[in-house]
């Protein structure tokens, strides 16, 4: 209307006040006779307003509906889940804050490895988050609208419209495209946007899945140990059968939709490599499932990893026993570096702990006992020189290094003020219905 079409006032008032005046069950049947689903939504929306059905629709195409909407969908979707990861970014921050100096047993191949701090290992599952967090910030708004583009993309019926005026369709392009919310719109399409843009939106979130798929699966690894559990509620039941069992099921369960979530993006993938010139319908039904599908399970994994972050159990006693079970090994360097200051050959100190560190592997090994290495050190007459070293040589928080200073750089530095602009939205604990 406002750039020159004859177009009412009374027809715009008339389908302004029945935009949810919505007859599902005629469009219903509208769609079973006409068997498209946007005319048959016309046809109802025109039946609600009789004074503007004859323009109603006019120059737009099936896909100037649906993929404009689906455009407006992907972007509000994401609305929706940043601020679900930013929470989810908080509470592990506030849980690697809290645990930041606790020595931990760290694993490389899952065999022990150098010792690490649960504080510093829970920043490896927050940068992960962190990079999806920049990646889903970086999908929404490479998100441009399709606008007004025609049946091949080549605005025909609009520049007919206009009786040959290119400046009005292309401001007609802009007007629509700003009123949706978007500062851009694809300059070219075919009958549709490019299916290229889902295939961005789906590895967005199959990263995503991949990221909690760790997260969730290092905390079931945790919780064998005993280490570290997810929340488990008083009256809670574990197995059926067997009443001791404390399974990790939110985790578990995070990880089997994080599965499902990951597949998706295979949708998009072959759906934009078999699109036939400017479009072929074998891609609207795929769409429809897998670009829902995939919002709501990486909704639903979020939601569920922040129940599990907000309940975090640690157990220090058992992970400082599993520090005792294996430091005296990883302290045989520190060992001879003391025994060479005090006067002795590096390569007798050597011979004599590969000996000894033999001895005490066949007793946890083969005996099943505790690991007696600094035992034998003690009993051993050539370590009498280091005896009183002993307990400062295997102090555990000597061995993380610079962990607890990495954990609050980071925090400081990359997390916090990641998290800044979705602070108004960080909101309480939740609770999963079951």
Same mark, same amino acid.
Request: glycine share 6%.
């Given at each position: 209307?406002?750039?020159?079409l004859?177009? @009412? ?34 046809h ?5 307003c ?6 109603i ?5 099936? =896909? ?25 970014i ?17 694993? @490389? ?20 988050? =962190?990079?999806d ?9 490479d ?29 007609l ?5 700003a ?11 075919g ?20 990221s ?16 570290i ?6 009256d809670?039941i ?6 001791y069992?404390?399974?990790?099921m ?11 979530l ?11 490599a ?25 909704d639903? %994994? ?21 520090i005792?079970?294996e430091?005296?090994f990883m302290? @045989?360097e ?9 006067g ?68 400081k ?6 998290l %800044?602009?979705y602070?108004s ?10």
């Amino acid at each position: 209307q406002s750039l020159g079409l004859p177009i @009412t006032d009374e027809q715009i008032r008339e389908m302004e006040a029945n935009l949810d005046n919505i007859d599902f069950k005629m469009a219903a049947e509208e769609e079973k006779k006409l068997r498209h689903d946007v005319m048959a939504h016309v046809h109802t929306f025109a039946h609600c307003c009789p004074k503007a059905a004859a323009i109603i629709h006019l120059g737009a195409t099936s =896909c100037y509906v649906g993929d404009n909407t689906d455009l407006i969908v992907l972007r509000d979707g994401f609305n929706l889940l940043l601020p679900k990861l930013a929470r989810v970014i908080s509470r592990l921050a506030d849980f690697a804050e809290k645990y930041a100096d606790m020595p931990a047993l760290g694993f @490389t191949h899952y065999q022990p490895a150098q010792l690490t701090t649960v504080g510093k290992r829970c920043c490896l599952w927050i940068q992960d988050l =962190c990079m999806d967090l920049q990646n889903l910030e970086r999908a929404r708004d490479d998100l441009r609208f399709r606008g007004v583009k025609g049946t091949t993309g080549t605005q025909a019926s609009f520049l007919q419209l206009f009786e040959g005026d290119h400046s009005k369709v292309e401001e007609l392009d802009r007007l629509v495209t700003a009123k949706a919310g978007f500062k851009r719109a694809y300059m070219v399409t075919g009958q549709t946007y490019s299916r290229k843009v889902d295939i961005g939106v789906l590895a967005v979130l199959a990263s995503l899945g991949a990221s909690i798929h760790k997260i969730c699966t290092d905390i079931r690894l945790l919780a064998n140990l005993k280490e570290i559990e997810e929340p488990f509620e008083k009256d809670q039941i574990g197995s059926s059968a067997m009443p001791y069992k404390r399974n990790p099921m939110r985790s578990e369960r995070c990880c089997s939709l994080a599965r499902h979530l990951m597949t998706l993006v295979m949708d998009p993938l072959q759906t934009a490599a078999v699109q036939w010139f400017e479009r072929t319908l074998d891609d609207s039904a795929n769409r429809r499932v897998c670009l829902a599908e995939a919002f709501l399970t990486a909704d639903i %994994i979020l939601s569920t990893l922040q129940n599990i972050s907000e309940g975090l159990v640690v157990y220090p006693k058992v992970i400082e026993r599993r520090i005792r079970q294996e430091l005296p090994f990883m302290a @045989t360097e520190n060992i001879i570096m003391a025994m060479v200051k005090a006067g002795g050959n590096r390569q007798d100190c050597h011979e004599k702990i590969r000996v000894l560190s033999q001895q005490a592997a066949a007793v946890v090994k083969q005996e099943g006992g505790d690991n007696d290495f600094i035992a034998r050190v003690r009993a051993d007459p050539y370590f009498s020189p280091i005896h009183k070293q002993l307990e400062s040589l295997l102090d555990p928080s000597s061995f993380t290094g610079r962990a607890p200073q990495q954990v609050a750089k980071f925090l400081k530095e990359e997390v916090r003020p990641a998290l %800044i602009p979705y602070q108004s939205k960080m909101g309480g604990k939740i609770e999963l219905a079951l």
